[in-house]
């Protein structure tokens, strides 16, 4: 697969830091996700900015059980559910991938009646690796619970060294509560071009699934370039980060804390496009 995607790179030649700041801790309920549910539900698509998909375009349970044997992928469900109550550890300093210096971890943020940002972050991870997993994908996680403390935003990236990509998964908190919708974020580097064909395929899948761009942040296109992401600076591999929302909005909050399964969705189908591009060397 990795040497796939490498031919594909030179034939077509064209995350990962906190994204919500340190915030004081929040009151956490961790339930273990349910399975991820195909029931299409676009939400509030009165102000949708895409069109709603023709009935005979592909959904997630269109594709074959073993449409990703082979395939390694990388989550990283962003921050965690102990950061808070560990601060001295989280705000140690790592490299930052850049030849400087930044903290371990952040709590992340938080919708404005509390629900963090790491807890969506791991119902959607989870829900999205056992949908890869049923596809016949191997995953790996950056980190195994919702409880814990970590990793740091260096080993975020490292982690995924064995993976063909990595795709870390977050939530946005902007002061301005009018904000709304996704963007994907990459690093320059040796692996822009794969990682930007990575961006546009989640891009592709979140907006097949209704979703509207946040173009106060990412433009029209959905993605963003940044440096100071330790995460993608440390991935030796294709790799974005997806900040799947924004928590402050309180339409935005509300799905989040409701319909988890339609952010998976999204992903998967993202995910399992770029693979499927990737591996075929198209």
Known sequence: ????????????????????GTQTAQPRTTVEPEPITHE???????????PQRKPDESDSTDKPANSLDGVTIA????????????????NKKVPDGRGGKKACNTTGTA???GFPEHEFNWNVATKVRDELEKRGARVIMSRDSNDGVGPCVDERGKFADEADFLVSIHANGSTDSSIRGFGVILAPGEKVEESTKLAEAIV????????PINRAGYGKDGMVER????????????????????MRNPKEAERMQKDPDAY????????????????MGL
């Open 1 to 20: 697969m990795k040497h796939a995607i490498a031919l594909y790179a030179c034939a077509v030649m064209v995350l990962l830091g906190g994204c919500g």
């Open 40 to 50: 299409h539900n676009p939400g509030d698509t009165s102000a949708s900015e895409t």
């Open 75 to 90: 989550l990283d469900p962003g921050h965690n559910g102990g950061n808070a109550s560990h601060l001295s550890r989280i």
């Open 111 to 113: 919708t404005d009646d």
């Open 204 to 211: 592709r899948g979140f907006k097949d699934h209704d979703f």
């Open 227 to 246: 440096t100071d992401l330790a995460g993608l600076n440390h991935a030796s591999v294709p790799a974005v980060i997806v900040e799947c929302g924004e």
């Open 264 to 279: 998976a969705r999204a992903l998967v189908d993202g995910i399992d496009a770029f693979a499927s591009y990737a591996t």
